[in-house]
């Protein structure tokens, strides 16, 4: 792509790229999503940082529209907790009426705390269903894909914001974004560019 526009361009420049402006897309795209569901599917998937595994939790809604996520250490009741909080500061989401996850021992504790400290609605009820996480179960492998080819994250910091370049990209490409098809490339691009105030 540089090549075509006649630039040299360096593998680490790249590498700067991302982690300049992943997380700047991925914050200046959330006012232009649309509205989640009120039906969540909560999961973690397994990342490489360095030489061990690391968690990254996230939400969908039950059509598989991603609602939010957080890259953690650890995979506890502190985590939980940390990410029912995070997930409720999402602009585009609606109040919960369910939420679905796995068996993990973490969930019932930290979701009956997140309730009591009024994190998550009094009337939310938690299922853990097995497979009515198959839905977040598919939207993993995009992200897995992705992190992938990238064989594997060397620091922590570098996975985080790398991840919520991934993570904004995709929901780009689901659809996620009002007024905007997931299948139009072009138009896609220029949305990204709009967020930037770029000219076509």
Same mark, same amino acid.
């Given at each position: 792509?540089?090549?075509?526009?006649?630039?040299?361009?360096?593998?680490?420049?790249?590498? *700067?790229?991302?982690?300049?402006?992943?997380?700047?897309?991925?914050?200046?795209? #959330?006012?232009?999503?649309?509205?989640? =569901?009120?039906?969540?599917?909560?999961?973690?998937?397994?990342?490489?940082?360095?030489?061990?595994?690391?968690?990254?939790? #996230?939400?969908?809604?039950?059509?598989?529209?991603?609602?939010?996520?957080?890259?953690?250490?650890?995979?506890?009741?502190?985590?939980?907790? *940390?990410?029912?909080?995070?997930?409720?500061?999402?602009?585009? #989401?609606?109040?919960?009426?369910?939420?679905?996850?796995?068996?993990?021992?973490?969930?019932?504790?930290?979701?009956?705390?997140?309730?009591?400290?009024?994190?998550?609605?009094?009337?939310?009820?938690?299922? #853990?269903?097995?497979?009515?996480?198959?839905?977040?179960?598919?939207?993993?492998?995009?992200?897995?894909?992705?992190?992938?080819?990238?064989?594997?994250? *060397?620091?922590?910091?570098?996975?985080?914001?790398?991840?919520?370049?991934?993570?904004?990209?995709?929901?780009? =490409?689901?659809?996620?974004?009002?007024?905007?098809? =997931?299948?139009?490339?072009?138009?896609?691009?220029?949305?990204?560019?709009?967020?930037?105030?770029?000219?076509?």
């Amino acid at each position: 792509m540089m090549r075509e526009r006649g630039l040299t361009v360096d593998h680490v420049t790249v590498f *700067r790229w991302v982690q300049r402006y992943a997380p700047e897309i991925n914050r200046r795209m #959330r006012p232009h999503l649309k509205m989640s =569901g009120a039906s969540y599917r909560l999961d973690e998937t397994y990342v490489k940082v360095g030489k061990t595994w690391k968690y990254l939790y #996230r939400a969908v809604d039950s059509a598989a529209q991603t609602i939010d996520f957080m890259l953690s250490a650890k995979r506890d009741v502190s985590a939980a907790k *940390r990410f029912f909080k995070k997930l409720m500061r999402a602009d585009h #989401r609606r109040l919960p009426f369910t939420i679905g996850t796995d068996k993990h021992a973490s969930y019932p504790e930290a979701f009956a705390t997140s309730v009591k400290e009024k994190i998550l609605p009094a009337d939310c009820k938690l299922r #853990r269903v097995k497979y009515l996480n198959n839905v977040i179960e598919q939207d993993h492998r995009a992200i897995r894909r992705r992190w992938r080819a990238m064989q594997c994250f *060397r620091s922590f910091h570098t996975a985080e914001r790398t991840l919520e370049g991934v993570e904004a990209l995709h929901m780009i =490409g689901k659809g996620q974004v009002k007024r905007l098809d =997931g299948r139009d490339t072009v138009g896609q691009v220029k949305f990204v560019e709009s967020l930037f105030g770029i000219a076509a």
